[in-house]
């Protein structure tokens, strides 16, 4: 397997070509409609992605926001390039020894899917030719480029669908390796020490969707397939794997068909909506309402399905191209009877379509005829590609690790020159400015909190990769213990943003932080009630107390504790006389019940074995 990277990283500045503020906002001011269409690159040709995309026919739905300006609408030149995010850019690119291009050129890269009311994104080349050791070896960066972010999408309803424009125009720096990396493991790994490398810049955007991966990925054989839009970097490892393996999944089906002497099918296909208007079930129940196409495949009869049913199948590969053309899916051979569909009706079908015993068959339906034609024309042409092998495309990633098609490979066609912003000349003195001001390289942070602070290695990097230096620093310079800051943010914090969900908040402020690490350190609270005092600040207590109080987390002096501890003693005396030291066990478990949360639990245990200690032996017992 060879892969690459393409890291896309939002940066906190304002926008790209426009003063506006880069935030996210939930008030819409109004919305107007578009529709965009392909058009020629630099040199006059329509790329691939750009003229699928068009196809579709949508229309495109903005809403404006408080942030929104006529830069965002279309309806104004851009302003020239956001100097503060090109600086930021430049320092990344320094950090990984990339060489800086003397001249910054915006270009225009074509896109049509509704994500930019332009019909393109503007980026601009910043750098070439750097590297970044992980583990030992060293990986090539290619490029690092700055690029617009684009609209956020809202809703998506048949024929329309809603963008919002707060997100557009955001500043992204985007970087991209070499195809070096050989496996998923790698993958993450790469891409965690890109992340530490800009986060070590601290000017960029924290929280989910601030930090997207593009995954390329091919296997020897196979061709190049773009994962667009990867956000949990926990899936990378399993993203680049699932496609090493349905690749090669995808050359052994190839191999197969061959083998068969299997003939791409052909269209248009055969009408076959009255053999199946009586189907009262399935996705063929109201087929007389519509139209039914069916489709032979030749030689493909037991290859759509999967050897397993987590594995790939070409019958989903052939649904997910139909889809693209707006039919809902389709049915196969490999998957009947079923579905509503008899296996006398099957039968006749496969009669129809005069269908031998290595051939298959797949139904398309809708209502639309025009749709139904391209569905067939794009289940036609995935099939033709089956006999060669992994057709080049980009795919969506989905939650579980595995991939969908989403459309074609994008290329250089997309690509021509911004007339509207002049180029950027990248000064010595603004290198020099720059190369002063570096941030600490990502290896010499983690050597220096193994260091000054004497964490252990795996804990310094999970504080860089977590992009948490700069808090850690500011809480233990506060007068925290450093063990005690670092276990806060690398475990229990996470932990409780992880408990609150994906849509739920994912951060606490550091003064309430440093709110919570004083009352545990000091022993009001006991470290058990980190938890649950984090949860209620991540669902909005205003302070630390406030989170206490609907705990019922009120502090125990340690006099309290004392008569506390006396109490549960004299209660139980005949089980303290009886058991001796075997009594503590249990009396501690009473005593936990009162303070849970409210003392250390070392604190508990030290006060009830002085009180333990002072109950006499019964007479005649052993001491």
């Known amino acids: 397997m060879k892969a690459g990277l393409e890291v896309h990283q939002q940066l906190s500045t304002t926008k790209l070509f426009c003063p506006c503020p880069a935030e996210l906002s939930e008030t819409v001011l109004g919305s107007f409609r578009r529709t965009l269409r392909a058009t020629g690159g630099e040199e006059n040709l329509v790329d691939a992605a750009a003229a699928f995309q068009a196809s579709r026919g949508l229309v495109f739905r903005y809403e404006t926001v408080p942030s929104s300006c006529l830069v965002d609408l279309d309806e104004e030149p851009p302003r020239p390039i956001n100097p503060e995010a090109l600086d930021v850019a430049l320092t990344v690119a320094m950090m990984l020894d990339a060489r800086l291009l003397d001249e910054v050129e915006v270009m225009r890269k074509i896109v049509v899917d509704g994500s930019n009311t332009t019909g393109f994104q503007r980026t601009a080349l910043v750098a070439v030719d750097g590297s970044i050791e992980v583990r030992g070896r060293r990986y090539t960066i290619d490029t690092v480029a700055l690029e617009e972010d ?15 424009l707060d997100r557009l125009g955001v500043p992204l720096v985007e970087i991209a390796t ?34 997207r991966e593009d995954l390329n990925v091919s296997t020897q054989g196979g061709s190049r397939v773009e994962i667009k839009g990867v956000q949990q970097l926990r899936l990378i490892e399993r993203y680049a794997d699932s496609e090493e393996a349905r690749q090669r999944w995808l050359l052994e089906v190839a191999q197969q068909l061959r083998s068969r002497r299997a003939v791409p099918p052909a269209g248009p296909g055969v009408p076959l909506t009255k053999l199946v208007e ?30 397993t049913p987590e594995g790939p199948r070409l019958g989903r590969e052939l649904a997910d191209h139909a889809r693209s053309a707006g039919v809902r899916g389709i049915l196969h051979s490999d998957e009947l009877p079923g579905h509503g569909v008899s296996a006398e009706l099957l039968e006749r079908v496969r009669q129809e379509l005069h269908a031998g015993t290595e051939d298959a068959i797949v139904l398309v339906a809708g209502a639309d005829p025009a749709r139904i034609a391209r569905a067939v024309e794009r289940i036609v042409e995935r099939a033709r590609v089956a006999l060669e092998g992994v057709p080049a495309e980009t795919r969506d990633p989905l939650p579980d690790g595995s991939t969908r098609y989403s459309r074609p490979l994008a290329g250089r066609n997309r690509m021509y020159p911004e007339t509207d912003v002049p180029p950027t000349i990248i000064d010595p003195e603004r290198r020099e400015r720059l190369r002063a001001a570096l941030p600490e390289r990502p290896a010499e942070t983690r050597r220096r909190l193994a260091t000054e602070y004497a964490l252990a290695d795996e804990v310094a990097d999970h504080l860089l990769r977590l992009g948490e230096v700069g808090r850690f620093e500011s809480l233990v310079h506060g007068g925290r213990a450093p063990g005690n800051v670092a276990r806060l943010l690398t475990q229990e914090l996470p932990a409780a943003a992880a408990r609150r969900g994906p849509d739920g908040p994912d951060d606490v402020p550091e003064e309430h932080l440093a709110a919570l690490l004083t009352v545990v350190e000091s022993g009001e609270i006991a470290k058990e009630a980190i938890p649950p005092l984090l949860d209620d600040l991540l669902a909005g207590a205003g302070s630390v107390s406030e989170a206490a109080k609907r705990r019922g987390l009120v502090s125990v002096t340690l006099e309290e504790l004392d008569r506390m ?41 030290a006060a009830l074995r002085r009180r333990l200690a002072e109950v006499p032996p019964e007479a005649g017992s052993s001491p």
């Not at 684009?150 to 919002?164: I, K, N, P, S, T």
């Not at 549960?568 to 019940?593: C, I, Q, T, W, Y």
């Open 565 to 605: 501890a006396a109490q549960v003693v004299s209660s139980n005396l005949e089980l303290v006389r009886s058991k001796g030291p075997g009594a503590f066990s249990p009396l501690m478990g009473d005593l936990m019940k009162q303070v849970r949360g409210r003392r250390d639990g070392q604190e508990v245990a």
């Open 178 to 211: 070499a195809p070096e990396i050989t496996n998923g493991a790698e993958a993450r790994a790469v891409a965690e020490e890109i992340g530490a490398v800009l986060r070590s810049t601290h000017r960029v955007r924290r929280g989910i969707g601030t930090i």
């Open 150 to 164: 684009a609209a956020r999408r809202m809703d998506g309803d048949g024929a329309e669908v809603g963008f919002r």
């Open 278 to 307: 009586e189907v009262t079930d399935g996705p063929l129940r109201n087929a007389g309402r519509g139209t039914v196409v069916g489709l032979l495949l030749p030689g493909f009869g037991g290859l759509l399905r999967s050897r």
